[in-house]
Nanobody, 125 residues
Framework: QGQLVESGGDLVQPGGSLRLSCAPS????????MGWYRQAPGKQRELVASITSGGTTNYADSLEDRFTISMDNAKNTAYLQMNSLKPEDTAVYYC???????????????????WGQGTQVTVSS
């Protein structure tokens, strides 16, 4: 059984930037859609952004101006570029992926077959 491995989480000051990566381990097939979710302490998990292998993207309304999702199909890897980080962005960020292809990146979280263990992002001075 393959898995997703996130990396890039760190402690960063407000206004700083981070780039998260999500790569497969033990998975030989390509993904149709990959997504990033986050969960802050005491809060529900929420969508950050998602992307299809064709490049169609979907963002949480409040994050699109600061966050950018991308996907390297050759590496089957997704990235999340986060700029102008705020303390409220502090959370564990999770990567998700599905083998199935969809025309839209707007998917229910229940449709993702693979999830990573999460990477901690802390925004604090």
């Amino acid at each position: 059984q393959g898995q997703l491995v996130e990396s890039g989480g760190d402690l960063v000051q407000p206004g700083g930037s981070l780039r998260l990566s999500c790569a497969p381990s033990g998975i030989s097939f390509s993904f149709g859609v990959m997504g990033w979710y986050r969960q802050a302490p005491g809060k529900q998990r929420e969508l950050v952004a998602s992307i299809t292998s064709g490049g169609t993207t979907n963002y949480a309304d409040s994050l699109e101006d600061r966050f950018t999702i991308s996907m390297d199909n050759a590496k089957n890897t997704a990235y999340l570029q986060m700029n102008s980080l705020k303390p409220e962005d502090t959370a564990v960020y999770y990567c998700a992926a599905t083998r199935r292809r969809y025309p839209s990146a707007r998917l229910s979280s229940s449709l993702y077959q693979y999830w990573g263990q999460g990477t901690q992002v802390t925004v604090s001075s």
